[in-house]
């Protein structure tokens, strides 16, 4: 009889794992064999389904939408309890057209949105693309276009559209984080108005920011009438930790005691801000700066605004004079490799500011500096396009171990961000061999 027991409870696994893999595109949902998700469908079935939340996914194929309006898309972690705890691996696909429109309020609902309510502080969400995401939400706590709330690891992820809500924390990207950020971007129209607790941060990238960001930037715009409002233009309200992050982009409030910022809003004793810089226009009627709203005197490094396109002199507006730290310039000089290499910034194709290569600038003239990443992966160094300067920079970095966000993952060069450059990179390396040369 015992055996018979445990045959059958065999079986009932076996059967289990067969309906669950029926539900999705296949799969197990393990970190070897991920749920795979090929369709519309199988994506809004996720967050009907709490006892798969701690599972593994990846995308397999560019997914669109459309087909889902009001509230029809079921948000994956609506709740904080269970919050999304897995591993979703966007694989390099984009998910296209998704809305959410809410615009009731009832207590008892989930009261954060995004394709994911909330990230726990062991889920991941990394290499996924969102184009021209649309939510509009009222009364809820967090709203973002990839996440709500993020208690765990976001990276390589990105979102176009526009996302608005009444609502404590709105960004492009997350409203919420709690957790980390790496090689992220948005490009969204973000704006928002108090919720329940009467503030509301908007940012172009986070609203709220708690622990550490890197490596990150914003475009789009960001804005609130909101009389408290904090607005940045890649954060909203900063107590964590930004690391070579830009912005670009328009941030505006009409609040009566708002703090707008080019980069953030506003970051207090608690956060800090080290080799970043700001270049979108601002305006605002109360605390207004090039770099930030309001902050520290001692919390920014080596940080910079564009007095021209930021239309300001004053790069926080609640100091006067501002910090060391902060320091604004002309767009042509914005636009020198030498104005950031002299104040400490690690770029590729140098070696005394460190080894991290956060930033790319190949051209003087050209552009503001960009994060290395955004020339594409295995593009690790200049010139621009993958050649044999990449290979000897990628022969370099072969088998090096504990690549951690601190170091930038061993340069950039533990390009899947698994703690190791090995095989598994090289393979992504060569998938990318000569792109981009002329």
Same mark, same amino acid.
């Given at each position: 009889?015992?055996?018979?027991?445990?045959?059958?409870?065999?079986?009932?696994?076996?059967?289990?794992?067969?309906?669950?893999?029926?539900?999705?595109?296949?799969?197990?949902?393990?970190?070897?064999?991920?749920?795979?998700?090929?369709?519309?469908?199988?994506?809004?079935?996720?967050?009907?389904?709490?006892?798969?939340?701690?599972?593994?996914?990846v995308l397999m194929d560019d997914i669109d939408m459309s087909?889902?309006?009001?509230?029809?898309?079921?948000?994956?972690?609506?709740?904080?309890?269970?919050?999304?705890?897995?591993?979703?691996?966007?694989?390099?696909?984009?998910?296209?057209?998704?809305?959410?429109?809410?615009?009731?309020?009832?207590?008892?609902?989930?009261?954060?949105?995004?394709?994911?309510?909330?990230?726990?502080?062991?889920?991941?969400?990394?290499?996924?693309?969102?184009?021209?995401? =649309?939510?509009?939400?009222?009364?809820?706590?967090?709203?973002?276009?990839?996440?709500?709330?993020?208690?765990?690891?976001?990276?390589?992820?990105?979102?176009?559209?526009?996302?608005?809500?009444?609502?404590?924390?709105?960004?492009?990207?997350?409203?919420?984080?709690?957790?980390?950020?790496?090689?992220?971007?948005?490009?969204?129209?973000?704006?928002?108005?108090?919720?329940?607790?009467?503030?509301?941060?908007?940012?172009?990238?986070?609203?709220?920011?708690?622990?550490?960001?890197?490596?990150?930037?914003?475009?789009?715009?960001?804005?609130?009438?909101?009389?408290?409002?904090?607005?940045?233009?890649?954060?909203?309200?900063?107590?964590?930790?930004?690391?070579?992050?830009?912005?670009?982009?328009?941030?505006?409030?009409?609040?009566?005691?708002?703090?707008?910022?080019?980069?953030?809003?506003?970051?207090?004793?608690?956060?800090?801000?080290?080799?970043?810089?700001?270049?979108?226009?601002?305006?605002?009627?109360?605390?207004?700066?090039?770099?930030?709203?309001?902050?520290?005197?001692?919390?920014?490094?080596?940080?910079?605004?564009?007095?021209?396109?930021?239309?300001?002199?004053?790069?926080?507006?609640?100091?006067?004079?501002?910090?060391?730290?902060?320091?604004?310039?002309?767009?042509?000089?914005?636009? =020198?490799?030498?104005?950031?290499?002299?104040?400490?910034?690690?770029?590729?194709?140098?070696?005394?500011?460190?080894?991290?290569?956060?930033?790319?600038?190949?051209?003087?003239?050209?552009?503001?500096?960009?994060?290395?990443?955004?020339?594409?992966?295995?593009?690790?160094?200049?010139?621009?396009?993958?050649?044999?300067?990449?290979?000897?920079?990628?022969?370099?970095?072969?088998? =090096?171990?504990?690549?951690?966000?601190?170091?930038?993952?061993?340069?950039?060069?533990? =390009?899947?961000?698994?703690?190791?450059?090995?095989?598994?990179?090289?393979?992504?390396?060569?998938?990318?061999?000569?792109?981009?040369?002329?």
């Open positions: 009889m015992r055996r018979f027991v445990i045959i059958l409870g065999s079986v009932c696994c076996i059967i289990a794992s067969s309906l669950q893999a029926a539900i999705y595109g296949g799969g197990s949902g393990t970190a070897d064999d991920p749920y795979q998700i090929w369709t519309p469908e199988q994506l809004n079935t996720i967050g009907l389904n709490e006892v798969d939340l701690d599972k593994c996914f087909a889902y309006t009001g509230t029809q898309y079921n948000i994956i972690g609506r709740r904080v309890k269970p919050a999304f705890s897995g591993l979703f691996d966007g694989n390099g696909h984009v998910i296209r057209n998704l809305s959410y429109t809410k615009t009731n309020y009832n207590p008892v609902d989930y009261v954060r949105a995004g394709l994911f309510g909330t990230v726990s502080n062991s889920g991941r969400v990394c290499n996924l693309g969102l184009e021209n995401v =649309m939510f509009s939400c009222g009364q809820v706590l967090t709203v973002g276009g990839l996440a709500g709330e993020n208690l765990g690891q976001i990276s390589s992820c990105w979102v176009t559209g526009s996302v608005s809500g009444v609502a404590d924390s709105i960004g492009g990207l997350v409203g919420s984080d709690f957790g980390r950020i790496i090689h992220c971007y948005a490009d969204c129209t973000v704006s928002g108005s108090a919720s329940v607790n009467n503030f509301v941060n908007v940012g172009g990238l986070i609203g709220y920011a708690q622990y550490g960001v890197r490596d990150c930037f914003a475009a789009g715009s960001a804005g609130s009438a909101y009389k408290y409002a904090r607005v940045g233009g890649l954060v909203g309200d900063n107590a964590g930790s930004l690391l070579a992050c830009y912005a670009t982009a328009s941030v505006s409030s009409s609040g009566q005691y708002a703090r707008v910022g080019g980069l953030v809003g506003n970051s207090g004793m608690l956060g800090s801000i080290t080799f970043c810089y700001a270049a979108g226009p601002v305006s605002g009627t109360y605390y207004t700066g090039g770099l930030a709203g309001a902050g520290s005197s001692t919390s920014v490094t080596a940080c910079f605004w564009d007095v021209q396109t930021s239309g300001t002199m004053d790069g926080i507006g609640s100091l006067n004079p501002d910090p060391a730290g902060v320091i604004g310039l002309d767009t042509a000089s914005m636009k =020198m490799l030498s104005t950031f290499a002299s104040a400490g910034w690690d770029f590729t194709n140098e070696t005394a500011n460190g080894t991290n290569n956060y930033w790319r600038m190949c051209t003087d003239d050209v552009d503001y500096p960009r994060l290395n990443w955004e020339a594409g992966l295995g593009d690790f160094a200049c010139p621009d396009g993958v050649n044999a300067e990449d290979l000897d920079y990628y022969l370099a970095h072969w088998q =090096m171990a504990n690549c951690t966000p601190t170091n930038n993952y061993c340069g950039g060069a533990d =390009m899947d961000t698994s703690g190791r450059v090995d095989l598994a990179d090289f393979a992504m390396f060569a998938a990318h061999w000569l792109e981009g040369m002329e």
